[in-house]
């Protein structure tokens, strides 16, 4: 008989991640604040395209508002997206366990 090659280090490792509930918490935990810092480094970004014209030591009230109304359609939009998505998992989730019955 041929003998089985012994796990490697990344499998065994990846056995543990992959049991441990407490990090695999610990890792949703982390990925929400990486997306939710992505996020905010989007926002960032378009609205500055949208509402700086040219960079000074204050913000003219046309830029204030640009970015306030910016900042207020992403958040809306980022969440009528996410609730979207959700429907989405629950009305799949829904549509499996009727298949399964």
Same mark, same amino acid.
């Given at each position: ?8 280090? #990344?499998?065994l490792l990846y056995l543990f991640f992959a049991t441990d509930p407490q990090l695999?918490?610990?890792? +949703?935990?982390?990925? =929400?604040?990486?997306?939710?810092? =992505? &996020? $905010?480094? =989007?926002?960032?970004? $378009? ?5 700086? @014209? #040219?960079?000074?030591? #204050? &913000? @003219? ?9 910016? $900042?207020? !359609?992403?958040? @809306?939009?980022?969440?009528?997206? &996410?609730? !979207? &998505? +959700?429907?989405?998992? !629950? ?8 298949? @399964?019955?």
């Amino acid at each position: 008989p041929v003998p089985c090659p012994s796990p490697t280090k #990344k499998y065994l490792l990846y056995l543990f991640f992959a049991t441990d509930p407490q990090l695999q918490q610990f890792i +949703e935990v982390e990925s =929400q604040k990486q997306r939710f810092q =992505q &996020l $905010v480094h =989007q926002m960032t970004e $378009v609205c500055w395209e949208k509402c700086m @014209d #040219k960079p000074g030591p #204050k &913000l @003219d009230s046309r830029a204030e508002v640009c970015f306030v109304n910016c $900042v207020e !359609r992403f958040i @809306d939009t980022s969440q009528f997206i &996410l609730n !979207r &998505l +959700e429907q989405t998992q !629950r009305s799949k989730g829904s549509f499996s366990e009727t298949m @399964d019955d």
